[in-house]
Every structure is written in structure tokens, then in C-alpha cells.
């Protein structure tokens, strides 16, 4: 592709322009000043001069140079692993300001919140989920194909980062399965990190995908935050992001866990979870939910996973479908059950926890908390 002097000025006015103006769904700034107007700029104009050479080269990153070892020390990559894709969508959200600082890790409020880590690229960055590909969503005519993480999109080169502390357990091509060809690898270059701590006793990991490169090898110790390469567009993907996974140690391989249910909220922020049901009891799949902030009257529309096989919903919440990063206050739900027939309730998003709701059918929305599990349901989880 050819850059023109003229479309790069042109692009460059735009984004001066758009670091002046806030995007009419930014978050506050407040909390957590970003840098300097003039230093963003400048950053971010750098940014784009590198992507338009790389475009230019057309050059191909190429593969990583590490040795790949099993996923795990304990003989785990003989089972089957689960079949796992992730297709981005190209749009991604803009950064004009910065969101409050992440609690500290690990973060839990309640006996059945987990907020054990750090987001996996900087606050300088997109650092909240893509909010139209979230976990459990179906890509587009592909029914087969559900997301199993979350996505960070970034511009390439930018660093990912280890969003806690443990040992490298893969560092390279072939995470998915390594008999595929490095083209044919819907990760592409990824690394995944076991954790040093656990979760009703099982194990934690976390993995990254998509990278263009891997700055670390299997057996390296890391911390929360040591730079574990750079964001990139290898495997399958439309642009450049980073895939996010957290997956807890099952009887079988690994299953994964919607990451925004583990990863600390901004301070002040919340996560809302529900679970949606037909009258019957069975769940809703793909089912479209409507959120308004009371205090500002901005919306969101999330929707509950497209799959009841392929991902699987907290051991406590049962849910299915969550949405992160949410100022604390006052919103209201709605649902539209049946063609023309409407619910619609209220809940308060509390800070620096989950705030949990129901759907079921004709009975409508419920605020009760799930039941505890007993002692049975933890020694056995469902499967």
C-alpha cells in the first residue's frame, strides 16, 4: 500500500483534532490524568509513521525463535484440548481519556469475587474488553465459532504484559494444537503463564495470543507487568489486538472463564453478571440486553453467550453474559422477551464488585444472589 504525504498530513490533523475533543462515550479524566496533551500527540502521531512504514514494507513478522514445551508440567497437554478460535472485529474503540486506576490485585470484596489480575496491556492503551466481541459471542456465520476470551486491541509493537505473577508454560507457535502449520494456528504466536496462585484449589492460567513477537521462554519466572512481547496480528485475526484468556484447571484439559470476571475494575467501578432464562429455566443464548446509566443516560447492549457447551459460566454466578468496567451507580436493564413484550428493572453497580441479577421468562428480573454452593458442589464443580 502507498501512503501519500498528503493522506498522512490529513490523518495526522484528525487525530491533533481528536485528542482535543473527548469522544462523546469517554470516561472521566479525573481520576487518572494521562500525559501531557502535547506528549500523546506525539506518541501517537509516532504510532502512526511506524504503522505506515510497516504497511509499506509489506514485510511479514516473522516467527518467534523459542523452543514450545507442553502447556503444563504435569503431563496436561496429553489430553484433549478444547476447541478454541478467536475472529476480532477491525473496529476499534478510540482513546481520548484515561480511565481510573485498577485496583490493586488480587482484589475481592465477597467470598465469591475473584479479581486476581492486572490488565494485559497498559492504561496508557485500550485497556477495557472490546465491547461488541465479548466472551461467549458468535462470530458472524459462524456458529461454531465462539470467543473464548477477550480482546485488547492496540496498536502492533505495543507491549503485552503479565497480568500476574507465575512461571512461562508456552512461549511460541502451536498453543492451539500442534500439529497445525504456523499458518494454519488460530492463535498464532502465544504465550500462557501459570499462575502461582489458584482458585478452590485448581490451578490458574492466563494466555495471550496474536503476538508478533515473544520476549520470554518457557520455565522464566515473571511478575505482574513484565512485558511478555508485542501486540500483533499472527494467527487469525483482522487487526492487531491481543486475545486474553483465564482458564482454571478442570478433571479434563482446561476450561476457560469470561476474563472480566477475574480482572480487577477500575477504582470506583464495577462488573454487572446475569443469567438469562426462558421461562422454563433453560438459558437464552445470544439474547440481546439493554443497559442505561441512570446518572448519565448512556447505553450499552450486551448480549448473553451464544453457547451453553463451548464456554462456561462462573461457579457461583452461573452466568451468562458480564459486562466490566461500569462506573457505580444507579441503571436500569431491559429485555425484550417476546416480540413487543418488555421488561425492565433497576440494579445498583457496586464498586469494586459484582452486582448480580436474573432473567426468567414471564416471571421477569430478580436481584437475588445465587445460592451458595454447599460443600458437595465445590468438591464436585459442573462440568
Known amino acids: 500500500m502507498i501512503f501519500r504525504k498528503t493522506t498522512l498530513s490529513f490523518w495526522l490533523v484528525l487525530i491533533i483534532l481528536s485528542a482535543c475533543t473527548p469522544a462523546p462515550d469517554a470516561q472521566p479524566e479525573a481520576?487518572?490524568?494521562?500525559?501531557?496533551?502535547?506528549?500523546?500527540?506525539?506518541?501517537?502521531?509516532?504510532?502512526?509513521?511506524?504503522?505506515?512504514?510497516?504497511?509499506?514494507?509489506?514485510?511479514?513478522?516473522?516467527?518467534?525463535?523459542?523452543?514450545?514445551?507442553?502447556?503444563?508440567?504435569?503431563?496436561?497437554?496429553?489430553?484433549?484440548?478444547?476447541?478454541?478460535?478467536?475472529?476480532?472485529?477491525?473496529?476499534?474503540?478510540?482513546?481520548?481519556?484515561?480511565?481510573?486506576?485498577?485496583?490493586?490485585?488480587?482484589?475481592?470484596?465477597?467470598?465469591?469475587?475473584?479479581?486476581?489480575?492486572?490488565?494485559?496491556?497498559?492504561?496508557?492503551?485500550?485497556?477495557?474488553?472490546?465491547?461488541?466481541?465479548?466472551?461467549?459471542?458468535?462470530?458472524?456465520?459462524?456458529?461454531?465459532?465462539?470467543?473464548?476470551?477477550?480482546?485488547?486491541?492496540?496498536?502492533?509493537?505495543?507491549?503485552?504484559?503479565?497480568?500476574?505473577?507465575?512461571?512461562?508454560?508456552?512461549?511460541?507457535?502451536?498453543?492451539?494444537?500442534?500439529?497445525?502449520?504456523?499458518?494454519?494456528?488460530?492463535?498464532?504466536?502465544?504465550?500462557?503463564?501459570?499462575?502461582?496462585?489458584?482458585?478452590?484449589?485448581?490451578?490458574?492460567?492466563?494466555?495471550?495470543?496474536h503476538m508478533d513477537r515473544v520476549d520470554v521462554v518457557p520455565g522464566q519466572r515473571v511478575e505482574t507487568g513484565d512485558p511478555l512481547g508485542i501486540i500483533g496480528?499472527?494467527?487469525?485475526?483482522?487487526?492487531?489486538?491481543?486475545?486474553?484468556?483465564?482458564?482454571?484447571?478442570?478433571?479434563?484439559?482446561?476450561?476457560?472463564?469470561?476474563?472480566?470476571?477475574?480482572?480487577?475494575p477500575p477504582?470506583?467501578?464495577?462488573?454487572?453478571?446475569?443469567?438469562?432464562?426462558?421461562t422454563n429455566g433453560s438459558l437464552l443464548k445470544g439474547h440481546s440486553l439493554y443497559v442505561r446509566s441512570l446518572q448519565t443516560n448512556e447505553r450499552r447492549t450486551i448480549h448473553s453467550y451464544s453457547s451453553t457447551t463451548k464456554v462456561t459460566g462462573d461457579d457461583y454466578y452461573q452466568e451468562n453474559l458480564a459486562l466490566s468496567d461500569l462506573p457505580a451507580g444507579d441503571y436500569e436493564l431491559s429485555i425484550e422477551y417476546e416480540e413487543g413484550t418488555w421488561f425492565s428493572t433497576q440494579i445498583t453497580i457496586q464498586p469494586g464488585a459484582v452486582s448480580y441479577f436474573s432473567f426468567r421468562g414471564d416471571k421477569g428480573f430478580s436481584l437475588n444472589p445465587p445460592a451458595s454452593p454447599d460443600a458437595e458442589d465445590l468438591l464436585n464443580p459442573a462440568p
Open 31 to 209: 481520576a487518572q490524568p494521562g500525559p501531557p496533551q502535547e506528549t500523546r500527540i506525539a506518541v501517537i502521531a509516532a504510532t502512526l509513521s511506524a504503522e505506515v512504514s510497516t504497511a509499506a514494507q509489506a514485510t511479514p513478522p516473522a516467527p518467534a525463535d523459542v523452543l514450545p514445551i507442553p502447556l503444563t508440567l504435569d503431563n496436561l497437554a496429553a489430553e484433549e484440548a478444547p476447541i478454541r478460535y478467536t475472529f476480532p472485529i477491525p473496529e476499534q474503540e478510540p482513546v481520548s481519556l484515561w480511565r481510573p486506576p485498577l485496583y490493586d490485585t488480587p482484589w475481592a470484596l465477597t467470598p465469591h469475587d475473584h479479581f486476581y489480575f492486572a490488565r494485559p496491556v497498559a492504561a496508557d492503551e485500550v485497556n477495557w474488553p472490546l465491547d461488541n466481541y465479548r466472551y461467549g459471542a458468535q462470530f458472524p456465520g459462524l456458529p461454531d465459532v465462539i470467543h473464548t476470551g477477550a480482546d485488547f486491541p492496540a496498536p502492533r509493537n505495543t507491549p503485552i504484559l503479565a497480568a500476574g505473577p507465575g512461571v512461562i508454560m508456552w512461549a511460541g507457535w502451536d498453543l492451539f494444537d500442534r500439529q497445525l502449520a504456523p499458518s494454519e494456528d488460530p492463535y498464532g504466536i502465544a504465550v500462557a503463564i501459570k499462575h502461582d496462585f489458584g482458585y478452590q484449589d485448581r490451578r490458574l492460567y492466563t494466555v495471550y495470543a
Open 233 to 264: 496480528t499472527t494467527g487469525f485475526t483482522t487487526g492487531p489486538h491481543v486475545h486474553f484468556e483465564v482458564r482454571i484447571e478442570t478433571g479434563g484439559f482446561f476450561a476457560s472463564r469470561n476474563p472480566e470476571l477475574w480482572m480487577a
Open 267 to 278: 477504582q470506583g467501578w464495577g462488573v454487572l453478571a446475569g443469567r438469562l432464562m426462558n
